[in-house]
């Protein structure tokens, strides 16, 4: 079985807080814009769990013209996981809807809001929402929204979805489309900058449809050791003792030198073909699995003793930054 310590040494003790969950919305708010009467526009909000515990929660709604169609009801959400709620505005009369969907997870509730109006004549555009802001993220790392252009005339509406800007890209459904009356098209954009910075970019919809703007801003991604931040976790927390030498605990040698080699891409012994840890993705390496107790790959480690939240986070860091032998 590999982890990162596989054996209770005499002498341990918890040297750390408890694991605490903690949530993320990706929006505070979802404007579904304008949307004909018996049309229908789906939006997603993403819950991101961003604590050390696994984030338990019960997603409701419950308004007229406002459907959660997946991702509701109880779930729990693993630390560095997410989940994807999709709403969906589906209005029967004209006039202004609003509703509020409680995610049930101690984030605050999220607004929706929506304008039914009785088609009009010719090819009219309509896009929700008006804009995509993708908030603070590390750079080097990714996220991603949906918005939605809607043909809101009675004449088909040609759209065009180009993205000019390196720092976002068109993940689903770019270039042209012809969208008949009544009929919509989800577009998702990525926010993957590769520096830190605040970045602006105006998407074109084509000649029809208003450019939409996109935003997001990138932090620099912190600077995390190996040698001096990553490998005094097992010295400290007695993870060498277990791990080190001809006899190591699952074949894996955390001891300082052979350390790095036996993690990075390598393979697990005990849950292969897991690897124990995977660059720039801690949802499917083992290391942070077992430090974080998401229970994905059986309990937690050290056992007994949990390292605190700040290490664990520095594990975190080093992970998303590309697992440097530095």
Known sequence: MAGVCLAVLAGCSDLGD????????????????????NDSVELVLVIRSIGSAPLSGNATLSCPAFTLISGGGRFVIAPGQSRSLVVRFLPTTAGLYTCTLDPGTGCRPVLLAGVAQDP?????????????????????????????????????????????????????????????????LVVRVRFQPTLAGNFNCPLDLGITCSDLTVSGTATAAPTVSFAGDIQPIFNNHGCVSCHSGPAAAGGMDLSPGPSYGMLVNHVSGGYAPAIRVVPLDTANSVLYGKLANTGQFGGGMPPGSPIPPAELAKVRAWILAGAPNN
């Open 18 to 37: 408890p694991l605490t969950p903690a949530c993320e919305v990706s929006a505070t708010a979802l404007d579904f814009g304008q949307v004909a009467v």
């Open 120 to 184: 009009t004549s010719g090819a009219l555009c309509e896009v929700a929402p008006a804009s995509l802001d993708f908030g603070s993220i590390v750079a080097g790392t990714t996220r991603a929204q949906d918005f939605v252009i809607r043909s809101i005339g009675t004449a088909d509406l040609e759209a065009d979805v180009a993205l000019p800007c390196p720092e976002f890209a068109i993940e689903t459904n770019g270039g042209p489309h012809t969208i008949a009356p009544g009929d919509s």
